[in-house]
């Protein structure tokens, strides 16, 4: 019962800044590409950047890379149906007849 763990090192702040400084400059990029006429892969660019930043969050200030081997496994399974299910719902869009 009595667990002894170590207490976590704290995230410098240097690198704390420099993820809020890539979420700004991907949000930035983001906008710019919402005014592109990419045709196509519009959803697919702005997809891409938004699971870049939702990457970095985690990564970063929600620090998974720290957290036990159970929630790290739960977060890749969740991940993977995840894109099953756009995955899925990017065919069906694509092949419907009108």
């Given at each position: 019962?009595?667990?002894?763990?170590?207490?976590?090192?704290?995230?410098?702040?240097?690198?704390?800044?420099?993820?809020?400084?890539?979420?700004?400059?991907?949000?930035?990029?983001?906008?710019?590409?919402?005014?592109?006429?990419?045709?196509?892969?519009?959803?697919?660019?702005?997809?891409?950047?938004?699971?870049?930043?939702?990457?970095?969050?985690?990564?970063?200030?929600?620090?998974?890379?720290?957290?036990?081997?159970?929630?790290?496994?739960?977060?890749?399974?969740?991940?993977?149906?995840l894109a099953a299910f756009i995955g899925l719902t990017f065919f069906d869009v694509l092949y419907r007849r009108i």
């Open positions: 019962m009595n667990e002894e763990k170590k207490p976590e090192a704290p995230v410098p702040v240097r690198t704390l800044f420099g993820a809020l400084a890539a979420l700004f400059c991907l949000t930035a990029l983001t906008i710019w590409v919402a005014h592109q006429d990419t045709g196509a892969f519009r959803l697919a660019t702005a997809l891409t950047i938004a699971a870049a930043k939702s990457c970095l969050v985690l990564l970063v200030f929600m620090r998974i890379r720290q957290a036990g081997r159970a929630v790290v496994t739960a977060f890749i399974i969740t991940l993977l149906v």
